[in-house]
């Protein structure tokens, strides 16, 4: 069984965000939060829904925090938007690297998969090593 590799894993159940305006240009900014639905997620970049019209350009820095698995992260980037549906708009955000919150965050993000994506499941399950065949060993000595 083959899996192709996905830059961002789809969410059955959307993780519950913040963000917030950190920084214009290079003035520092210390906006409200705003809650936000993250619909997929990957190391660099995520999906996520909002209610709110946001500015995109990339001279506007946002903060982003989230919880995986009771692990809180925190980040930073930019947003693009990808699309808007009645009255709610759909961004990607492109996270800007930290190489400590990178490989944390990967590891949360796979275990996320395991638990929301049957294939990865099956995928887990497969590495994971059978019981002991040994109460089934019949003694043929006689």
């Known amino acids: 069984m083959a899996l192709e590799k996905k830059s961002k894993l789809s969410l059955v159940v959307p993780l519950d965000g913040k963000l917030n305006i950190i920084r214009i240009r290079n003035q ?4 409200k939060y705003a809650l936000i639905e993250i619909i997929a997620i990957g190391k660099s970049q995520f999906t996520f829904a909002s209610p709110l019209c946001l500015p995109t350009s990339h001279q506007v820095t946002y903060g982003f925090e989230f919880t995986i698995f009771g692990q809180s992260f925190q980040v930073n980037g930019s947003i693009e938007l ?16 930290e190489d400590h919150v990178d490989s944390e965050m990967l590891y949360a993000i796979n275990q996320l998969a395991v638990t929301q994506n049957t294939e990865y499941v099956k995928l887990s399950k497969s590495y994971t090593p ?11 000595i006689c």
């Open 28 to 31: 520092l900014i210390n906006s």
């Open 82 to 97: 990808e699309s808007n549906n009645d009255n709610e708009y759909i961004y990607k955000a492109v996270i800007q690297s």
């Open 130 to 140: 059978e019981p002991s065949s040994a109460v089934n060993t019949v003694n043929l």
